[in-house]
């Protein structure tokens, strides 16, 4: 017989699940990558570092429910632009795109800079349920698209939306830089283009959405 587990448990592990992760979000925005560990999540929590295994074999997995949430928030933004995509022109698609995008810092910050090492350091199921997130998004914008745009052919969204997948991966680098960074550029003879995640998105779904017709 299958053992399920009550609902009063289900919702007493999400929510000391949720209190981790929340922790982990509050370090790694000031810390970063490395400033997260078991010890900094279990003195901003109520858990031991003992505790924390119980629900999470490493920091990287933490880290790793944390995109999957951002990507569950982008998700719902794509939801709110899809009931409106058949009345936008390229413009106001881009518009709408440019602004999910720009309330995402977070999610596109650990995607560029530290995704690779957490996936190495995750379980292949919670590596799964972060994938289901990314096609619940890539799909998300692959409906947008066709709503926006009919004549537009199934193969000429899913190139759309697969380009603009790979280029949310260098968003975050080229929007913001360190003070060091700003002095190694200048030192280079590199003139300092500032930008946002909001400009990037725009400009580049412009040049990436198909005319509308």
Excluded at 53 to 67: R, V
Excluded at 141 to 146: A, K, N, T, V
């Amino acid at each position: 017989m299958e053992f399920i587990m009550p609902k009063a448990s289900l919702e007493l592990t999400a929510r000391r699940e949720k209190e981790i992760v929340d922790a982990c979000e509050k370090i790694y925005r000031a810390k970063g990558f490395y400033g997260v560990t078991i010890k900094e999540i279990s003195t901003e929590t109520s858990f031991t570092r003992p505790a924390i295994y119980n629900y999470f074999e490493t920091k990287d997995e933490i880290l790793l429910a944390l995109l999957i949430r951002e990507y569950e928030k982008m998700c719902e933004g794509l939801k709110e632009v899809k009931e409106r995509a058949a009345l936008f022109e390229k413009k106001e698609l881009a518009e709408a795109l440019a602004q999910v995008l720009e309330e995402r810092e977070l999610l596109l910050r650990i995607q560029s800079m530290d995704l690779f090492q957490i996936e190495i350091n995750s379980r292949i199921e919670r590596l799964a349920d972060f994938k289901k997130r990314y096609r619940c998004a890539s799909d998300a914008l692959e409906e947008i698209l066709c709503l926006y745009s009919s004549s537009a052919s199934a193969q000429e969204r899913r190139d759309c939306c697969m380009t603009f997948f790979a280029f949310m991966f260098g968003i975050y680098p080229f929007a913001f830089h360190t003070e060091k960074q700003r002095k190694a550029m200048e030192m280079a003879g590199m003139p300092n283009r500032e930008t946002s995640i909001y400009r990037m998105v725009y400009n580049c779904l412009m040049k990436l959405l198909p005319e509308k017709t």
